[in-house]
């Protein structure tokens, strides 16, 4: 069983950074995508971005785009999402999670993880 554990929320400034991480453990079996969303309190859950590791392909959403980063590191298990240039509605709850596509739709993924606060104040 697949277990998702995320780090490294908190509480910036505007135009702030912060990176979050997503520490892995067990058995993926199929699982080849870990992909970062947010949801905000009455809003549904948003696809941030994705990465594949066995294609190295990697997608944002286009709210992101050119400020997040994703990465991976297999030595340490991890998926990592650097934010950048941060602005107030970026404010959410940031989940990772893990399935067989590459999708924006999250209910394509089938682990998920706690998720950590990220606020971004002015």
């Known amino acids: 069983q697949v277990q998702l554990v995320e780090s490294g929320g908190g509480l910036v400034q505007t135009g702030g950074s912060l990176r979050l991480a997503c520490a892995a453990s067990?058995?993926?079996?199929?699982?080849?995508?870990v992909g970062w969303f947010r949801q905000a309190p009455g809003k549904d859950r948003d696809f941030v971005a994705a990465?594949?590791?066995?294609?190295?392909?990697?997608y944002y959403a286009d709210s992101v785009s050119g400020r997040f980063t994703i990465s991976g590191d297999s030595a340490k298990n991890t998926v990592y999402l650097q934010m950048n240039d941060l602005k107030p509605e970026d404010t959410a709850v940031y989940s990772c999670?893990?399935?067989?596509?590459?999708?924006?739709?999250?209910?394509?993924?089938?682990?998920w993880g706690q998720g950590t606060q990220v606020t971004v104040s002015s």
């Open positions: 999670a893990a399935g067989r596509y590459m999708h924006y739709d999250p209910h394509k993924y089938d682990y």
């Open positions: 067990g058995r993926f079996s199929t699982t080849d995508v």
């Open positions: 990465i594949s590791w066995s294609g190295g392909g990697k």
